[in-house]
């Protein structure tokens, strides 16, 4: 698989994830309502800027108390993260039923940036949110949780399932304050012209309606200006 450089890793947190996602529509490779997180995930720091980055994944358990076996797996998690071509995100899928211990907390994101990992997207809970904005981490989670548990690795390397999007180990990802999505590895090196494209796209209305005074909108020009609209994103 061919990695994205860092410069355009970097391009492409230039856009929101909207902006990617309406990019990806472009090039028709799935259905416009695959590919991205579901409401159930959220972004613990809205004004983080959007984070970009090739998965390392993992599976976690807090119900029960883990083994020896379940501590090598989590060095094993690690080492997958040292060993990642590019700029990593980890992406932890928590099995339980309903998340009771948190994997996330001062220590992990202590580790996790000293592993060159800056955020994380999980259906699991997170904590120590003071500590873990203080370093610049970025969380997506669903929900945030007091304790953590019997918390332990069950899995890595492995598919995993975050608020109904499946991910894999290397999938490009990205997220922000909306959620995450994943960019195709097919398109990924064109994805940041997509997104200008999309971005131009829209000014036909956006500027349109800007120049309108209120109440004053006639739709026959909206109409135009939709069209126009639609003509540019199709090119």
């Not at 990617?20 to 959220?42: H, M, Y």
């Not at 019997?150 to 290397?170: F, N, Q, S």
Request: hydrophobic share 35%; net charge negative.
């Amino acid at each position: 698989m061919k990695y994205l450089t860092e410069a355009q890793l970097e391009e492409l947190r230039q856009f929101d994830t909207p902006t990617v996602c309406n990019a990806i529509e472009k090039f028709k490779l799935r259905s416009k309502t695959e590919g991205f997180t579901s409401p159930a995930i959220k972004a613990l720091f809205p004004d983080r800027k959007p984070i970009v980055g090739y998965a390392c994944t993992a599976k976690i358990s807090a119900r029960y108390p883990g083994t020896k076996e379940n501590e090598e797996t989590l060095y094993a998690y690690y080492q997958s993260i040292l060993d990642c071509p590019s700029t990593p995100i980890s992406i932890i899928q928590d099995i339980d039923e309903e998340p009771i211990g948190s994997f996330w907390g001062e220590v992990q994101t202590t580790v996790h940036k000293a592993l060159g990992c800056m955020g994380v997207v999980t259906n699991g809970g997170v904590r120590d949110l003071d500590e873990a904005y203080s370093l610049g981490f970025t969380y997506l989670a669903s929900c945030t949780l007091v304790s953590h548990g019997y918390i332990h690795m069950e899995a890595t390397g492995t598919p995993v399932e975050i608020g109904g999007l499946i991910v894999r180990p290397g999938d490009l990802i990205h997220a922000d304050k909306h959620g995450a999505v994943l960019i195709p590895n097919e398109v990924a090196d064109q994805v940041a012209d997509a997104c200008r494209q999309m971005q131009q796209a829209e000014l036909p209305v956006l500027n349109g309606c800007k120049a309108t005074e209120d109440g004053k909108l006639d739709l026959a020009d909206l109409r135009l200006w939709r069209a126009e609209m639609a003509k540019l994103r199709s090119k």
